[in-house]
């Protein structure tokens, strides 16, 4: 696990409940499944030894916000991906968040938004040259979420819009 998400984790009153941020952790296999099949559908079984492993591998940040009842109410993944160019002497980090999940019993709660926050502080300490997202056009909460936390749009597509930050 990066020496970042071991830094110390964040507390946050969102519409008069608290929730935690924090780096996610293998242990939290069972609430992230919960998490998992409440937006894929009760079809889906998420993956104990994946799951350990974004937990845990350099590719990848992990955040889990924890509810004032001890409940995981939401989770962000984001995979960091390097690219190093010999020749140009250059290396490039991105950030792709890949899955950005808030339970809907606590939707609209601005949990989305403080999960993003967290990820961005991240990125400011990484330095990434961006965040992306692809997110279906017609997700509106998603948008909004993304909007509100500072990413923009940069890239549209027919069914697709890329947003990032820098
Ligand atoms: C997208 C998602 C993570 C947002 O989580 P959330 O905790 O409800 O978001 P927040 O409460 O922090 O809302 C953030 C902003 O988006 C707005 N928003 C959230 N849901 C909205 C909706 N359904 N319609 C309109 N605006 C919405 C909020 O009003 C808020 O705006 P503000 O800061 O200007 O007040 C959640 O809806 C979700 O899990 N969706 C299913 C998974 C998904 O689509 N993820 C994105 C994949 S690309």
Redesign the pocket.
Known sequence: MSAILESPVTDAAVSGESVLIRAALPDDYDAANIVFKA?LGEGFTLDRELWGAICTAETHRALVAVAGNGDIA?LAVVIVSDRIRLAHGTRRRRFHLDH???LPT????????RLLEELIGIAKAESPSYII?N?EFT????R??YE?AGLYLVRQGNDRFEIAFS
């Open positions: 937006q939401g950005l999940i808030v606590y939707r609209r709660g601005g949990i989305g938004n997202v997110c997700n509106v909460a998603a909004r979420t509100s």
